[in-house]
């Protein structure tokens, strides 16, 4: 269990620092956590970006 926090916490930091990591995204044990971290990573950056479209859209 702990594995696969630790690698869906790596995918996300990953994602929200830009780069992924193919070889931790490919590993058998935890790559699907590190892909959903991932994932979940990016989703966040595309809301954080739709929120400063949306304000400066009001402006």
Same mark, same amino acid.
């Given at each position: 269990?702990?594995? !696969?926090?630790?690698?869906?916490? !790596?995918?996300?930091? /990953?994602?929200? !620092?830009?780069?992924? /990591?193919?070889?931790?995204?490919? /590993?058998?044990?935890?790559?699907?956590?590190?892909?959903?971290?991932?994932?979940?990573?990016?989703?966040?950056?595309?809301?954080?970006?739709?929120?400063?479209?949306?304000?400066? /859209?009001?402006?």
């Amino acid at each position: 269990m702990d594995d !696969a926090l630790l690698a869906y916490d !790596a995918g996300r930091v /990953d994602a929200l !620092a830009g780069r992924r /990591d193919a070889t931790k995204a490919k /590993d058998p044990a935890t790559g699907a956590d590190y892909r959903m971290g991932f994932l979940d990573g990016r989703i966040e950056i595309f809301r954080m970006f739709a929120g400063v479209r949306e304000i400066l /859209d009001e402006s």
